[in-house]
């Protein structure tokens, strides 16, 4: 490596949200020469983020522009409705965006979520953020809708969350700019596809050890058989020990005169 060339390393963007640990933790022990360092971006930045190139990838929300960045879709969440430990929707197990009727429901500038009509009745503001919308709920002056994990991420101990069963679901993914598929972006693939050090695709299969090469059979002689048979053969046809007649002379031998 000369002087101007950097080490290897991969940046890795993610949304609120969005739990990457599992995977830099398996990315730490397959390549340990390799750092790689989180960058916490807001769903509406990210694809910025990653067509500028201060991240190599990213795990972003869906949708994105397919046109520029590669996406390969984890999971989809289910979507859920945070409101006070007291309120009357905390005593069902799940709701219907038709429950929500009668009620204020905060939409923040964040949202993440693609509604063709926001549920419930609309705030008298738009919040900027999933957390100022959550300080809203907290005050009992309304509710939201998100999707699961930015309830867990914003949990607080006088609100709870149910499912809304009917609303639009938020899906994950991860994405990079297309032309710009480095050798740790097909790396960080095969960890995220629970792909094996010796895996047969990705890069790192080049690394695997070589299958080792069986012997090959050896092909009988022209003649046929072994070399010890040819000379049995051989033996048979000089009428030696190895021919009927000869053993059956040998046995009986020369026989004697009867006085």
């Known amino acids: 490596m000369t002087g101007s060339q950097a080490p290897p390393s991969f940046r890795l963007a993610y949304v609120p949200g969005a739990t990457p640990s599992k995977w830099v933790r398996i990315w730490n022990e397959r390549f340990p020469d390799v750092p790689l360092t989180l960058h916490q971006v807001t769903a509406a930045d990210a694809p910025d983020t990653l067509r500028d190139g201060a991240a190599d990838a990213g795990i972003v929300r869906l949708p994105v522009d397919r046109t520029v960045f590669s996406a390969i ?14 309120h009357v929707i905390a005593a069902v197990d799940e709701v219907t965006v038709d429950d929500l009727d009668d009620e204020v429901v905060f939409h ?28 809203l709920v907290a005050a009992g002056v309304g509710l939201l809708v998100v ?41 960080f693939i095969g960890v995220v596809r629970g792909r094996t050090p010796n895996s047969t695709r990705g890069r790192t ?8 090469e069986q012997p090959k059979r050896r092909r009988p ?27 059956k002379g040998a046995k009986r031998g020369k026989p004697r005169r009867r006085s």
């Open 73 to 86: 879709p984890l999971y989809t969440e289910a979507t859920v409705v945070v409101v006070p430990k007291d």
């Open 108 to 135: 923040p500038l964040d949202d993440v979520l693609d509604w063709e009509r926001p549920p419930g009745q609309p705030a008298f503001e738009r919040p900027a953020t999933t957390e100022d919308a959550v300080e």
């Open 147 to 187: 999707p699961q994990s930015l309830a867990r991420l914003h949990h607080r101990k006088d609100l709870t969350y149910r499912p809304l069963v009917d609303a639009p679901q938020s899906s994950v993914a991860l994405s990079w700019p297309e032309d710009a598929t480095t050798d740790q972006v097909e790396d």
């Open 205 to 212: 299969a080049s690394q695997a050890p070589a299958p080792t």
């Open 221 to 247: 002689d022209a003649g046929g058989g072994s070399p010890r048979r040819q000379s049995g053969a051989a033996r048979t046809q000089r009428g030696g020990s190895g021919g009927a007649k000869g053993t």
